[in-house]
């Protein structure tokens, strides 16, 4: 190994513990307690001077999750990661972090429809607007921006139009305005999107999904990739004194996130821990059927559209074979004639489970517009590329053959 660097799943299974366990316990234990004993006054109070470090309170920092965080520095080559209670906490603490009331950020409306939500109502009830604009085209972008952008938000593959940015660009743009530029890279796991070579500045994502081990707890991580010493970010200059490049943790840490309080369970973390060392594994058996269920609904009759970037004919195919190894998520969509169709085929499914999720083990299956995006209006919903004859398929890792049976079976 002297000239070569481990691979993803080895570094995550050769992972050391901050300390090492008393009974050389071959998992890190799971510290399930809210709070730290000290031996003396004077440590408690060094621990809450930041004196020296150690654990207090769950709320603010645990082993569990600490061992957690490490994990995912060790798989992305980051600065340092933070995880928290879910996706929406991940997104949405790192906004509060560096933006402040009356200034804007940049997003395409194509977004997983809670994170369209926040932007659209939670985030300007607080003063923070949010510019919608066309993230496929990044040379667009500059009449939308002003002294008062401060970032640019952006799905790695947008949920559920599955739409791939060219994100060379989009950085390019983002430095040229000095913008940040936030990724959530939810469907496209640490081991086949490498968010610090295209010079990200923080990634966000939802580890409820592929990250937690097969739909075992609700998560979410923050990653500062490193590549922003966070000397230019006015909002952070009282911290920038102190703390450095961990300038955006130490806001994060120290104050939004432990004043919101939406900290990860301990034994969340675990599960979650454990989830990195198969993610691989995973996610390559997912997509080995994604691709395969992609070409068999491909032209097949009763079906008029499938949508996978991952398939050659898409436009999105060569932009993902470059930026996400060939594999951009393993979700897909495809249309059928009406909503009614939608409904009687999935509710005749016998193995593909009727569920809102994706990336679990089992494949999951749901009509977005009648569910996730339903409270928008239909125009609305047109707009943001849901359709009432597209269905979102979260490819699982059974096996092939019994997907297509499964299928076939309910197209009849
Ligand atoms: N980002 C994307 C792309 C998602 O699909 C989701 C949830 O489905 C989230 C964020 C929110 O994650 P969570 O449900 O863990 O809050």
Known sequence: MEN????????MLTAPYAKKDPFNSLHMPVYETAAFEFDTSEDIAA????KKPAH????????????????VVAATGGRAALAMASGMAAISTTILALVRPGENIIASPNLFGHTYGLFSKTLPDLGIEVRFCNLLDPASLGTSIDNKTK???FETVTNPQLEVVNIEEL?????RNKLLVLADSTLTPFNVFDAKSY????????????????ATSVGGIIVDTGVNDWSGEEILAPLYEKKKGMALIAKLRKEIFRHFGPAMSPRTAQLQSMGLDILAL????SFTNCMKLAEHLTGHPGIKKVTYPGMPGSEFYELSKKQFNGVPGTLLTFDLDSEE????FMNKLLIIRRATNMNDNKSLIIHPWSTIYFEYPESKRIELGVRDTMIRLSVGIEDIDDLIEDIEQALK
């Open 4 to 11: 070569r660097k481990p691979g993803y799943t080895t570094k």
């Open 47 to 50: 621990a809450f001077q930041d």
């Open 56 to 71: 207090a309170y769950s709320r603010s920092s645990n082993p569990s999750v600490e061992y957690l965080e490490s994990k």
């Open 151 to 153: 970032l640019v938000f």
């Open 171 to 175: 950085v390019k743009v983002a430095r």
């Open 199 to 214: 010079g990200i500045d923080l990634e966000v994502m939802s580890s409820t999904k592929f990250i937690s081990g097969g």
């Open 282 to 285: 995973r996610v390559e058996r």
């Open 341 to 344: 169709s939608c409904f009687a």
